[in-house]
């Protein structure tokens, strides 16, 4: 999911009650909220799509959910004694314990790993033992009932809290509220990848991907083997065994690293004759290159 996404389910736990177990609780909470998302710099030193390869991987998995809550612990931690040592420690400020720190830190980190199995674009929660992806086909990565029901959640509790009210309900109703819309959305999906498909292109990958502003729908894409189709409508490709692909990804990092996080690979040819490498779940013509790798020349055998 998106970063404020994120963000949010951390400051919600904080108002849900847990922000007074230790000082600079709500940072722990929304900093680890976020903290497997560090593989975003991989984009310093990955060139074109070999971020793919990358992201969602090691800072996703099981030692990444022990080892980075321990380290924002440790920072936070060191902060509050650095501001204490100065005379900059807010007086307001609770005590800060390391345990609370640690648990609160590993708390928010592990929400970001359930989040983000939500959509189609997986995760590998096994990493490094395993380079096996997961997905859920329950959210789109922005979700903008997500954002409005836990950004006015968050703000209300906040203003209780202010004006000396119970503060903590408004957050635990909204969190309640996030699991119940997580349920329907995957009953939706249930019945989308379950009810009857007329596909030209086969069913033997059956992906129900939500579509961006429609909760309540599902865009149905079915097929394999190079060939697949989007509530019906076939995309352009061609079987996947007219084409070396064993070669290009040898010789090619940028092809290596798609197929590799590629649930539905498909082949462009287009009107130059290049040939494109894509995946069906994010295929949209308007959107150019975006999600897409060249192949060398003749990697398929087509006319």
Known sequence: MDNLTHSLVGALIGQAGLKRKTGLAMPALIIGANLPDVDAACFLWLDGTEHLGFRRGITHGPPAWILLPLILAGLLWAFDRWQAKRGKRPDNRLPVRFGWLYALS??????????????VYGIRL????SDRWFYGDILFIIDP?????MGFATWFSLRREKRGGEWKRPARVALSAVLAYIGVQ??????AERAPVD???GADVVIASPPP???SRREVITGGNGLYAIDGTVLPGVPLELCDLARARQGDAGIDAFLMWSRTPLIELREDGSQWLRDARFYDPRAGDRFSVQLPPGTCAVS
């Not at 009932?145 to 029901?149: D, Q």
């Open 106 to 119: 590993l708390i928010g980190c592990l929400t970001h790993p359930a989040l983000d199995w939500l959509n």
């Open 126 to 129: 096994l990493m490094p033992f």
């Open 145 to 149: 009932v997500l954002w409005l029901g």
């Open 186 to 191: 995957s009953a939706i999906t249930w019945n």
């Open 199 to 201: 596909t030209p292109t």
């Open 213 to 215: 502003l429609r909760t």
